[in-house]
């Protein structure tokens, strides 16, 4: 009797697999193309000049190299640990570029906001003086 019940439940699923799959995979590649518009206006304004496809392109290989990397460096170890580095490597070494790219954010808006007093108080001074915009 459980097998029928497991066989009928595997039918079921087989059968609305295609009703479930498409509306959550149309959801799933509107996500990933909001994503890919966010991470594009992000580098438009941070005047990084590279696709959103070739930065996932470095993403990955720069994971690949330091995983690989991490995993012959530590060959000699226990065995989990070689394993263990390799992912910790890849893992941040996936995440280096966007890291970087937040690191240059703050740092570019810290000397904007450092300038625009400067660039606020020669305005005000040219105004004095009787200078126009």
């Given at each position: 009797m459980f097998f029928?019940?497991?066989?009928?439940?595997?039918?079921?699923?087989?059968?609305?697999?295609?009703?479930?799959f498409?509306?959550?995979?149309?959801a799933l590649q509107r996500s990933v193309f909001r994503q890919k518009e966010n991470v594009a206006h992000e580098l438009e304004q941070m005047?990084?000049?590279i696709s959103v496809d070739r930065l996932q392109q470095l993403k990955?290989?720069?994971?690949?190299?330091?995983?690989?990397?991490?995993l012959i460096l530590a060959w000699d170890a226990t065995p989990p640990a070689p394993w263990l580095v390799a992912a910790v490597l890849g893992a941040g070494g996936y995440w280096a570029p966007e890291i970087f790219i937040v690191f240059l954010r703050r740092r570019r808006r810290a000397?904007?906001?450092e300038q625009l007093v400067d660039g606020l108080v020669l305005?005000?001074?040219g105004l004095r003086a009787g200078f126009n915009l």
């Open positions: 029928l019940i497991f066989i009928a439940l595997i039918v079921t699923a087989a059968v609305a697999a295609p009703f479930v498409q509306p959550v995979r149309s005047f990084i000049f990955w290989t720069i994971a690949l190299a330091l995983a690989i990397s991490g000397a904007f906001s305005m005000a001074n």
